[in-house]
C-alpha cells in the first residue's frame, strides 16, 4: 500500500457539497483516507471565475500512479466536471469545474510520462497547497 498526497478543488456551487461527495467517492473508489486539511477559499488562479474552495488528502491506496489518475478522473467525471484544461499556443485555458482532483505526491516517488508528473509540477505556486501540506505536515520536494 501506497501513500498519495491529493488535492481536491472546485467552483461550481454547490461546492461543500462536491467536495463531500469527491472525500467519499475517494474512500470508495482509491483508499482509506487517514488525513484531510482543513477547506479553505481561494481565488481563481489563472482565469478570472467563482472563488473555489479547496482541500489536500491524504489516502493509502494499492493503485499505481496510472490507475490512481484513472481513478482520479472517474471521479470527476461521475461528479460532473465537463472539460479538462488545456494549453493552447502554451498558454494554460482554465475552466470552473465541479470538482479537480490532483495527485500532489505518491509515495515521494518521482515519476514523469506524457500523462502525470510527479510530485506535481505546480505545488509550489499554489499558496492554498503549500498551506494545507504545512498543515498536515507534509514536506514534498
Not at 478543488?9 to 487517514?34: D, Q
Not at 500512479?65 to 494549453?87: F, H, M, N, W, Y
Not at 509550489?124 to 504545512?134: G, I, P, S, T
Amino acid at each position: 500500500m501506497k501513500e498519495a498526497v491529493i488535492g481536491l478543488g472546485g467552483n461550481i456551487e454547490p461546492r461543500a457539497f462536491y467536495l463531500t461527495m469527491a472525500r467519499f467517492l475517494l474512500r470508495e473508489r482509491v483508499g482509506e483516507l487517514l488525513r484531510a486539511s482543513s477547506v479553505v477559499e481561494t481565488e481563481s488562479w489563472g482565469f478570472e471565475a467563482p472563488p473555489f474552495l479547496n482541500q489536500v488528502v491524504v489516502v493509502r491506496t494499492a493503485l499505481e500512479p496510472l490507475a490512481l489518475l484513472d481513478t482520479l478522473q472517474a471521479i470527476e467525471r461521475a461528479l460532473g466536471r465537463k472539460q479538462k484544461s488545456v494549453v493552447v499556443n502554451g498558454v494554460p485555458q482554465y475552466h470552473s469545474r465541479t470538482i479537480d482532483l490532483d495527485i500532489l505526491d505518491y509515495d515521494h516517488q518521482v515519476y514523469s510520462d506524457e500523462r502525470l508528473i510527479l510530485p506535481h509540477p505546480k505545488i509550489h505556486e499554489r499558496d492554498f497547497v503549500m498551506q494545507a501540506l504545512q498543515e498536515l505536515q507534509i514536506t514534498i520536494s
